[in-house]
């Protein structure tokens, strides 16, 4: 089957800079779109920023929109999410996850790595 693993969390000083990534596993990997979202304590799971298959075509949310950067890497068959300028409300689970439609919501991602932490403090 196949299987999405985050690495790069970890504490963040506010205005600093962290480099998420995931790699994908598995006899058999297509994924057309690949995402980011992030859940806070107490917090419903948002959408952060999706990337489609060439990597030439992103979507981010308002919130990180100038901060953030997403990529993927095929020949490596992993996703990046650079995040710049880091303000303490980044802080959160971030999980990578997979889709065969385009969309932001996180229904249509059939496939979820398990998460990892990023804080940022002030």
């Known amino acids: 089957q196949v299987q999405l693993v985050e690495s790069g969390g970890g504490w963040g000083q506010a205005g600093g800079s962290l480099r998420l990534a995931c790699a994908a596993s598995?006899?058999?990997?297509?994924?057309?779109?690949m995402g980011w979202f992030r859940q806070a304590p107490g917090k419903e799971r948002e959408f952060v920023a999706v990337?489609?298959?060439?990597?030439?075509?992103?979507y981010y949310a308002n919130s990180v929109k100038g901060r953030f950067t997403i990529s993927r890497d095929n020949a490596k068959n992993t996703e990046y999410l650079q995040m710049n300028s880091l303000k303490p409300e980044d802080t959160a689970v971030y999980y990578c996850?997979?889709?065969?439609?385009?969309?932001?919501?996180?229904?249509?991602?059939?496939?979820w790595g398990q998460g990892t932490q990023v804080t940022v403090s002030p």
């Open positions: 996850a997979a889709a065969r439609v385009w969309s932001q919501r996180s229904s249509d991602f059939g496939f």
């Open positions: 598995g006899r058999t990997f297509r994924s057309e779109v």
């Open positions: 990337v489609g298959w060439s990597g030439s075509s992103t």
